[in-house]
């Protein structure tokens, strides 16, 4: 009986970031996409955020402001759902 080599294999990579827990990306808007998603102008999103009825902005400069973009999206299923996030 002949034996044959067994034939190689590549050694198992393990991934060190395998393992990590994923974490969900977020991004800032500025303000044409806030209305563009929420379907609102710039006087009632301002006006809502004084109320506390919509996510806060981020401020990033003295004349530059975004918003999280999950908390936005949040916001727009609450209302889709008939909650007054």
């Not at 970031?17 to 006087?43: C, F, N, Y």
Request: net charge positive; hydrophobic share 40%.
């Amino acid at each position: 009986m002949r034996h044959e080599p067994a034939p190689t294999q590549a050694p198992a990579i393990h991934l060190a970031h395998s393992a990590k827990p994923v974490t969900p990306r977020d991004r800032l808007l500025r303000l044409p996409e806030v209305e563009a998603i929420t379907g609102m102008k710039k006087t009632s999103i301002y006006a809502l955020m004084r109320e506390g009825r919509f996510p806060q902005r981020i401020c990033l400069s003295r004349r530059m402001s975004a918003w999280s973009e999950s908390a936005v999206l949040q916001w727009v299923q609450a209302k889709i759902n008939g909650g007054q996030a």
